[in-house]
């Protein structure tokens, strides 16, 4: 089945309306700019593994399933931010702060999908949620200098093999495989 794959921690539906929430709250009256992704399709991606056969993801969702010994933790949202960088943004987020685990789990997963033949990730883990595609690209500096404090804490309790699929409605993330951590 086409369509791009990847690893990521899901946001429980509370979650999602809790950050959604303290988003609004942060910055009444500044919309995130650009194509919005729905906050159902909010997650927090560990490692993208591209447009594979269903074969190599089989044997990706075979190695975390047997491998995938990181215990659970938290992580907090807390701020906005911007790839590649605030004043040329690509991508707004929502930054992410956690216990060490995010950065357990993904190091361990990147580990995993080499050893099943995935060519290694060649951009550093930034631990984030996103909100928004811009293209073209814009400055969002002062959007998100404005943009107050907020703290959503959220378990990190799973990974989610998910796989990208386009409908009339918009980009939609089917989970194929959950994953439970320690």
């Given at each position: 089945?086409?369509?791009?794959?990847?690893?990521?921690?899901?946001?429980?539906?509370?979650?999602?309306?809790?950050?959604?929430?303290?988003?609004?709250?942060?910055?009444?009256?500044?919309?995130?700019?650009?194509?919005?992704?729905?906050?159902?399709?909010?997650?927090?991606?560990?490692?993208?593994?591209?447009?594979?056969?269903?074969?190599v993801i089989d044997r990706v969702a075979a190695a975390i399933d047997e491998?995938?010994?990181?215990?659970?933790?938290?992580?907090?949202?807390?701020?906005?931010?911007a790839f590649p960088k605030a004043t040329k943004a690509g991508i707004v987020?929502?930054?992410?702060?956690?216990?060490?685990?995010?950065?357990?789990?993904?190091?361990?997963?990147?580990?995993?999908?080499?050893?099943?033949?995935?060519?290694?990730?060649?951009?550093?883990?930034?631990?984030?949620?996103?909100?928004?595609?811009?293209?073209?690209?814009?400055?969002?500096?002062?959007?998100?200098?404005?943009?107050?404090?907020?703290?959503?804490?959220?378990?990190?309790?799973?990974?989610?093999?998910?796989?990208?699929?386009?409908?009339?409605?918009?980009?939609?993330y089917r989970p194929l495989h959950t994953f439970s951590l320690r």
């Open positions: 089945m086409p369509g791009n794959a990847f690893l990521a921690v899901p946001l429980g539906t509370d979650k999602r309306h809790e950050l959604s929430a303290a988003l609004s709250a942060a910055s009444p009256g500044s919309p995130v700019p650009g194509k919005r992704v729905h906050p159902e399709n909010w997650h927090l991606t560990v490692r993208f593994l591209g447009d594979f056969e269903d074969v491998h995938l010994d990181v215990d659970r933790g938290t992580a907090t949202a807390f701020g906005l931010g987020y929502v930054a992410v702060d956690d216990d060490g685990s995010l950065n357990a789990v993904a190091a361990r997963c990147e580990e995993l999908v080499r050893e099943v033949g995935v060519a290694p990730e060649e951009r550093p883990f930034v631990p984030h949620i996103t909100l928004s595609r811009l293209r073209p690209r814009m400055d969002v500096a002062r959007l998100i200098g404005r943009f107050e404090p907020f703290a959503v804490r959220f378990p990190v309790e799973s990974v989610v093999l998910y796989r990208t699929t386009k409908s009339p409605d918009g980009v939609r």
